[in-house]
């Protein structure tokens, strides 16, 4: 009997299309009908499973419901939950946009919430039914770590072991577990239904693939004498081609993408998993970037960590192809510009000290015995954000101060929330992390101690003993740190509210309007 393994997940809208993206038990015709029409298409077949995109087009208004149908077979709306709808992107532009970043799927029981908090991501699928409908965000973005693959949940663990006792021990190993990860994060009922009906789009972090995944050179040849880690990198890409980044693109640049047409012309497994290879092996011959227009505002979402040149001595967060792209996307013509970073382009500015200290040593600014300590450190304390690609670092703050334009710049990764405002021109980071992984005590502290300036002379003080210039401008963070599990909401263009929860009950943590 078909059936829905996956979804349905609201996946790319604008003001006349939608797609939806699911993933089924068995090979079979997926049919969606909205507003009086019906909109088909046939899965492909990957390792053994089976996932179609059905592309919802020439829309002329919201549609109010929608259902799925499998050769026939009407699998969805879900029942005992509100009809899954879709808000088509108002002509006038997004007025809401939700993200986030670090969600752990963990069980919801009494010890995982004292260890791990409220899933806030759980919470906003039961809150938003009974929400206004100024309330609900036009779109939902997920900066990175949507899935632990290097530490998962008791559940998955139990899956791993049920099928293999191979290394790697604990995490995961190959797409049948990938897939596996994704079903359990994205399958329980309020995820699901949110999931269902709140347009997304996704980027991936480290986690996705495995903590400090291309922090450096030593890093990757590292991983590369591994037995296990190859097989680990193609189906990390090859999944999160399908799960996450397919679902990022409009029907029109999916209609382009060369590797989609070979995988529906049959099992497409050893394309996606030579595509996958080769991405990770060669970054240029593949974009995770993207872009997308939303109104007034142009939303950037940019690849941090498949796209990195970990060059010693010319290290760059972006490569020349992926950096170019980046210009070209940003001297659009727009009135507002948003960067979607997984990982914070300004860190407090002592630890921004501390990253390009570190980086120069790497380098061997000290010599050999203090670059191979030095990298052993950058490993030890995840020193690998933009602070510590400072080329990269300092292109783009010239970049955006030079623009004239006001930029907001959205990232995750760091387990606590802050917004940062730049000195010079209208440039604000805002960062919301966790959904659901907090930070434990010590490290709170830890990272409290970084707001203060005796840190910011002291990484300064670091930067100047290595030969470091001054960045091209300075900045301060004029909110936070807030630890609690978040989602942020950007209410365009310029006020932004962190929300969490307590079980089911969302409610606003701190907000503030941009200066």
């Not at 296990?228 to 399908?242: K, T």
């Not at 060059?311 to 760059?316: A, E, I, L, M, N």
């Not at 003993?465 to 001054?470: E, T």
Request: with cysteine; net charge negative; charged share 25%.
């Amino acid at each position: 009997m078909p059936a829905l393994v996956v979804g349905p997940m609201l996946r790319y809208v604008d003001s006349d299309s939608a797609s939806i993206w699911v993933e089924t038990a068995e090979p079979c015709t997926v049919a969606v009908e909205a507003g009086g029409r019906t909109y088909r298409s046939p899965t492909f077949t990957v390792h053994g499973h089976h996932y179609a995109i059905v592309d919802l087009v020439e829309l002329s208004q919201d549609i109010a419901s929608y259902t799925v149908e499998l050769d026939g077979e009407q699998v969805w709306p879900m029942a005992g939950r509100p009809p899954s709808r879709i808000r088509l992107l108002p002509r006038e532009g997004v007025r809401k946009l939700a993200f986030g970043s670090c969600r752990t799927s963990v069980p919801h029981d009494a010890a995982h919430v004292r260890s791990h908090g409220d899933d806030v991501l759980r919470a906003f699928g039961e809150h938003l039914p009974e929400a206004a409908e100024d309330e609900w965000p036009d779109l939902l973005l997920l900066l990175g770590d949507q899935v632990y693959a290097d530490n998962p949940s008791p559940d998955m663990l139990a899956y791993i072991r049920s099928r293999r006792d191979t290394e790697p021990q604990g995490e995961i190993a190959d797409f049948e577990e990938y897939a596996e990860l994704y079903r359990q994060a994205w399958t329980e009922t309020e995820i699901r239904w949110l999931l269902s009906t709140v347009p997304t789009a996704m980027i991936f972090d480290d986690h996705d693939l495995r903590d400090d995944w291309n922090t450096s050179q030593p890093w990757r040849e590292q991983m590369a004498r591994t037995s296990w880690w190859r097989r680990r990198v193609v189906a990390g890409l090859g999944a999160y081609w399908i799960y996450q980044h397919l679902g990022n693109l409009s029907p029109a640049e999916r209609a382009e993408d060369p590797l989609l047409r070979k995988v529906m012309e049959g099992d497409g497994g050893q394309a996606l998993d030579a595509f996958a290879d080769k991405a990770d092996a060669e970054p240029t011959s593949n974009r995770w970037s993207y872009a997308r227009d939303l109104g007034p505002a142009r939303l950037i979402v940019v690849d941090t960590r498949c796209a990195r040149q970990l060059t010693p001595g010319d290290r760059r967060m972006l490569d020349a192809d992926e950096w170019a792209w980046l210009e070209e996307q940003v001297s659009r013509p727009t009135e507002q510009l948003i960067i979607g970073s997984s990982i914070p382009f300004l860190l407090p500015e002592g630890v921004h000290g501390v990253q390009n200290w570190n980086e120069a040593l790497c380098d061997g600014k000290w010599g050999p015995v203090v670059r191979r300590w030095s990298e052993t450190f950058r490993q030890a304390i995840d020193l690998e954000h933009w602070a510590a690609f400072r080329r990269s670092f300092e292109d783009l703050a010239r970049l955006l101060i030079g623009l004239g334009k006001p930029v907001l710049i959205l990232s995750g990764d760091v387990h606590y929330s802050y917004l940062a405002q730049a000195d010079r021109g209208p440039v604000f980071q805002i960062v919301c992390s966790p959904i659901r992984n907090p930070l434990s005590r010590m490290l709170r502290w830890a990272n409290v101690f970084t707001q203060f300036s005796i840190a910011t002379l002291v990484g300064g003080l670091l930067a100047r003993s290595a030969g470091i210039p001054r960045p091209p401008f300075r900045w301060r963070i004029t909110k936070g740190p807030l630890f609690q599990n978040a989602l942020a909401v950007l209410t365009l263009p310029d006020e932004v509210t962190w929300y969490g929860s307590t079980g089911e009950v969302v409610k606003p943590i701190d907000s503030v309007r941009l200066r």
